[in-house]
């Protein structure tokens, strides 16, 4: 066979073998034999490897997979990919439903959709073709799984029809079925029981639940194994610009049209009560699924009515999660420990006599605080009932009182910390105990440098919680700026044995020279991390991500923050009163401030970019604050955030007694409109504003 032959065969069988992956795994009508199906499968893979340079990145022979990936790339999301705000109870939803009310004017259109128990995935195609496919990840940035997710058969690697944009991300979820689940497990069963494992043993090896098994199977290296274990996806929600449609429901039939695979479970409702309707039908027949799904998520269905609502700094104001009620067990109270966290706060935690509970065992689960075993009225050996909270942390949420013994007594909380003994404080109006002495309790200073390192912080993803564990025992470091002083020859060689729970398990770590020049690259790497996440990565007790930010923008450098008075923190935007004083606490410590001090001389940034701060033209409109509303015609909504932001005004979500003005235009929300009058806000139109900024 020529290469022109081989070419059109390639096309043709490629066509061919998408359009009956579409039938059987999309549509659920297959219409020829898998024995049929597998030829022409092997015919194409024959083929591409005759002439390797006829294979195309979106040929079905990806399917099969066969790539080792060994690190999966960072890939910052073009659009964050946002939790949803959850509830399990019908009056949350109600007020769900009045916000929403509220603020569009009018009784909006809701999609019900099942929400399913998986791996949330964004998918990105160019031109029809599937480029790219990132976790979730912190929201923010996610791992590229591009090669496992061409293995899933369900997700078209190439769209052949339909009036699709030539670039758009497209959300879902992927997931395993139990039959996957359950073959997983049954093969795996019995290689275990040949190998000579018992059934205790075999349960602890076997996968816990579909859930837990997606998750691991999308990040395994092997998409070889990845192919095999046959997972599924649903897809859910578009991103892109221009997109041809207008609300949420013409979007997921559209995206049907497309080849997509769309869950036929979705529902329109206009108000609450079919949304209701809906939740309690799924609610019973969800099991009779062949997947898992733990609530139904609520959208409003108008794109416009959206981005009227617009977003928190977590969650979209236009969707919620309805969860269903967890699963419940009873199990025995062994003990109650304590657990110190970084900044000093004790979490109780009960031990428990291990049990089965959504799919995994449960041995503890957390307290809370000391009011919580008051609340609880919890005893010595007493038996609870336990919840998973969202499906995944366990809860104790209550006391089997029948089965309490007569001579128990009540737990007491602790007065001395567990670790070093100092005595515990609880301040005034806070539910939390604290163990005072951050300078030398060994968790905190575990944990304050585990914080340091984290993703979201210094991002030197090279170091670990058990290797920072190994460094503090072994003497090496005590606070994050030991870490600037670290040589090749201290950490060589290094070696720690950690035992489990479960007091079995172990796992050695050895640092070895590859592992030592990551661990000083990565270090390294990190001075050049940005002020503001510096700031947020020092551990200030209520300082996030977003405060740290916004201080960073605020005060410009790390010597004005540290000399800054409670008066001139209370000025920063997003500073109350307990973050200020948090701030003047932390700086009033002298180690604190030789730490801070330490870092700066290492060669950390302590003061913002210049490129970022240049991002301000002028204060015309500094000390104002606006709220922007409606449509434009001159600007967008974001552009005039942006420009009101870079002429040093101030910009809100909602009205208030402190707003400037209002920034009104087409379409404007009628709540904000009514809310301005009522406080007496000027409300201006663009041309308005324009005059305002000079602009």
């Given amino acids: 066979m020529d290469q022109n032959t081989a070419s059109q065969r390639i096309q043709e069988l490629s066509r061919q073998i998408e359009h009956h992956n579409h039938l059987y795994y999309v549509a659920a009508k297959p219409v020829i034999s898998d024995y049929e199906f597998d030829q022409m499968l092997e015919e194409l893979i024959r083929l591409e490897k005759q002439f390797p340079e006829l294979k195309q990145p979106d040929s079905p022979s990806q399917r099969v997979g066969g790539t080792i990936t060994k690190e999966f790339q960072t890939v910052v999301h073009k659009y964050p990919m946002l939790s949803l705000g959850n509830t399990y109870s019908e009056t949350e939803l109600r007020e769900f439903d009045e916000r929403v009310q509220k603020i569009i004017g009018d009784v909006p259109e809701y999609i019900c959709e099942l929400k399913f128990d998986g791996v949330a995935i964004g998918i990105t195609y160019e031109k029809g073709v599937m480029v790219r496919a990132v976790t979730r990840g912190d929201g923010v940035q996610g791992d590229d799984v591009t090669a496992n997710v061409k293995t899933i058969r369900s997700i078209p690697l190439k769209l052949t029809s339909g009036n699709y944009p030539d670039s758009f991300e497209i959300r879902g979820e992927i997931f395993m079925p139990r039959s996957s689940f359950d073959k ?84 329109k409702s206009k108000g609450i009560n079919g949304v209701f309707d809906y939740i309690n039908e799924w609610n019973v027949h969800r099991f009779d699924l062949p997947y898992d ?180 025992d072994k003497g090496l470091i005590a606070d994050a700026s030991d870490l600037y002083r670290l040589k090749e020859e201290d950490l060589l060689g290094l070696e720690k044995e950690s035992i489990a729970e479960d007091g079995v398990k172990t796992k050695k770590i050895s640092l070895r020279e590859k592992s030592v020049a990551k661990i000083l690259s990565g ?52 500073v109350g009163d307990i973050i200020a004083r948090s701030m003047v606490d932390y700086f009033s410590n002298p180690a604190n401030k030789a730490q801070v001090l330490r870092l700066q001389a290492a060669g950390l940034q302590m003061k913002m970019d210049e490129k970022s701060l240049k991002k301000v033209i002028s204060d015309r409109l500094k000390g104002l604050s606006f709220v922007v509303s ?24 909602g009205v208030t007694s402190k707003t400037s003005y209002l920034v009104a235009g087409d379409e404007s929300g009628p709540s904000k409109l009514e809310k301005a009058r009522e406080q007496g806000v000027p409300v201006i139109t663009e041309d308005e504003f324009i005059k305002i900024a000079s602009l």
């Fill in 293 to 472: 799904t733990d609530g139904v998520v609520i959208k409003v269905n108008d794109f416009r009515q959206q981005q009227e609502l617009g977003f928190t700094a977590k969650s979209p104001r236009w969707a919620i999660a309805y969860k269903f009620k967890a699963e419940s067990v009873s199990t025995k109270l062994l003990e109650v420990t304590y657990q110190v966290g970084r900044t000093g706060a004790i979490t109780p935690v009960a031990n428990l006599e291990p049990v089965q509970l959504s799919g995994t065992t449960v041995r503890r689960a957390s307290l809370h605080n000391a009011d919580q075993i008051q609340k609880l009225d919890l005893h010595e050996g007493d038996y609870v009932f336990v919840e998973k909270g969202g499906e995944i942390i366990p809860k104790i949420t209550g006391v089997e009182l029948a089965k309490r013994h007569p001579d128990s007594k009540p737990v007491s909380y602790i007065t001395r910390c567990p670790e070093c003994n100092t005595e515990l404080i609880r301040k005034e109006n806070e539910a939390v105990h604290y163990c005072p002495n951050d300078i030398s309790c060994p968790p905190q200073i575990k944990g304050r440098i585990s914080h340091f390192i984290s993703r979201k912080a210094m991002n030197i993803d090279s170091l670990g919680d058990e290797k920072v564990e190994l460094l503090v």
């Fill in 630 to 653: 409606g449509v434009f015609t001159k600007f967008t909504r974001d552009e005039l955030k942006n420009l009101i932001e870079q002429h040093g005004g101030k910009v809100a979500s």
């Fill in 523 to 574: 270090i390294e790497a990190s001075k050049s991390i940005p002020f503001e996440r510096v700031l947020y990565a020092i551990g200030i007790r209520y300082v996030g991500e977003t405060v740290a930010k916004k201080l960073a923008h605020h005060f410009k450098d790390m010597d004005s923050l540290m000399t800054a008075s409670y008066e001139a923190l209370m000025e920063a935007p997003e």
């Fill in 184 to 267: 997983i497990n049954d093969t795996m069963y019995r290689q275990l029981q040949e190998d000579g494992y018992n059934d205790e043993e075999i349960a602890d090896r076997l996968l816990k639940n579909p859930r837990n098994a997606a998750a691991g199977t999308i990040k395994m290296q092997d998409s070889k194994v990845v192919a095999s274990r046959n997972l599924d996806c649903f897809l859910y929600f578009i991103y892109g610009e221009n997109l041809p449609f207008k609300n949420h429901y013409e979007s997921l039939k559209q995206a049907k049209e497309w080849g997509f695979k769309i869950s036929e479970f979705y529902l």
